[in-house]
């Protein structure tokens, strides 16, 4: 079955950096456009990137745009999202998920891992 | 960027109720439209996509439809289960967008 398990997340200062990982498995993961998908406290849900199957395509959320940095490693079956120059308004959930083919729509995802940015 | 308005924010219902949710976009996004729901403390499921289309192991009570601005989703017959927040989302274009929600409550 489709596993999403992400990890990183924690306490960081303004300014500061985190790096993001999911490890997938149950399904071919070299296959799948994969996203980063974020929820801050009490809010909806905030689309945050996206990268193709290769890694050769990627996509921001204006929000994040040059700040973050999404990529993966399909030999180790892992998306990761790079976060520089965190701010409050970056506190959330993050989730990892899943695209259908190329159709930027998730059908399975993580746990989610809080991220939280304060002094 | 397109713009996704959900109405109701929230709604409160009964079981057995029927509800119907509406997601409008700002401009015309064919059948690319999903609808995921999510229940507290767990990541967001997806029910509907391309619209009308239902995500294999999805009860038949949910149903969607709509195309181009317009979209519902509608639950026929509300079972305790179905108590959460429903996204919809739009797939048609970067950056993709999520509506606000729409939080279904137990009347």
């Known amino acids: 079955q489709v596993q999403l398990v992400e990890s990183g997340g924690g306490l960081v200062k303004p300014g500061g950096s985190l790096r993001l990982s999911c490890a997938a498995s149950?399904?071919?993961?070299?296959?799948?456009?994969m996203s980063w998908i974020r929820q801050a406290p009490g809010k909806g849900l905030e689309w945050v990137s996206y990268?193709?199957?290769?890694?050769?395509?990627?996509y921001y959320a204006d929000s994040v745009k040059g700040r973050f940095t999404i990529s993966r490693d399909n030999a180790k079956n892992s998306l990761y999202l790079q976060m520089n120059s965190l701010r409050a308004e970056d506190t959330a959930v993050y989730y990892c998920a899943k695209s259908r083919a190329a159709i930027a729509l998730f059908d399975y995802w993580g746990q989610g891992t809080l991220v939280t940015v304060s002094s | 960027d397109i713009q996704m308005t959900q109405s109701p924010s929230s709604v409160s219902a009964s079981v057995g109720d029927r509800v119907t949710i509406t997601c409008r976009a700002s401009?015309?996004?064919?059948?690319?439209l999903v609808w995921y729901q999510q229940k507290p403390g767990k990541a967001p499921k997806l029910l509907i996509y391309?619209?009308?289309s239902l995500q294999s192991g999805v009860p038949s009570r949910f149903s969607g439809s709509g195309s181009g601005t317009d979209f519902t989703l509608t639950i026929s017959s509300l079972q305790p289960e179905d108590f959460a927040t429903y996204y919809c989302?739009?797939?048609?274009?970067?950056?993709?967008?999520f509506g606000q929600g729409t939080r279904l409550e137990i009347k």
């Open positions: 989302q739009q797939a048609n274009s970067f950056p993709l967008t």
């Open positions: 401009q015309g996004i064919n059948s690319w």
């Open positions: 391309a619209a009308s």
């Open positions: 990268i193709s199957n290769s890694g050769s395509t990627k």
């Open positions: 149950g399904f071919t993961f070299s296959d799948y456009y």
